[in-house]
């Protein structure tokens, strides 16, 4: 059976990230959303928790980092194509979010963009071509 991925990450206006969300393809769950927390689905998979900072803090004692001052983390979804990554990073920019915080990836086989969602999260955006990528890898070893 496949790990089901849950992102929990606390935002500060949830109307308005979920509608972020839904403008770059993520689906909202109804099942497990409500007035303090939303669901977005992005594959069978992989989920992210959009949660009040109220409601972020009954999971940890930790103070919340404001994520346009701090980084905790990088989140990495898989693209089908070089057109797809573009296509999303460019969805986030209309939809309220920044495009590009971090600078784009171009190595042929490999080809990334970034994007922060209003909260400040930055999440990557990646497509590879894993035959390529191999071949590249060894070069490299052997070199």
């Not at 500060?12 to 979920?18: F, P, S, V």
């Not at 920044?98 to 600078?103: I, Q």
């Not at 963009?113 to 060894?138: C, L, N, Q, Y």
Request: hydrophobic share 40%.
């Amino acid at each position: 059976m496949s790990k089901l991925v849950f992102i929990n990450l606390p935002v500060a206006d949830l109307d308005r990230t979920n509608a972020f969300y839904e403008a770059i393809g993520a689906v909202k769950n109804p099942q497990f959303s409500d007035h303090t927390a939303t669901c977005m689905v992005f594959s069978d998979t992989i989920h992210a928790m959009l949660l009040t900072q109220d409601k972020f803090r009954q999971f940890t004692p930790k103070t919340i980092a404001d994520a346009r001052q701090t980084t905790e983390v990088l989140i990495c979804l898989s693209a089908d194509n070089r057109d797809e990554v573009d296509a999303t990073v460019e969805s986030a920019a209309r939809a309220g979010g920044r495009a590009d915080p971090g600078p784009k990836q171009d190595y042929g086989f490999m080809y990334g963009r970034s994007f922060e969602d209003p909260d400040g999260h930055i999440w990557e955006i990646m497509w590879m071509d894993v035959e390529a990528a191999k071949t590249a890898m060894a070069d490299m070893a052997d070199a």
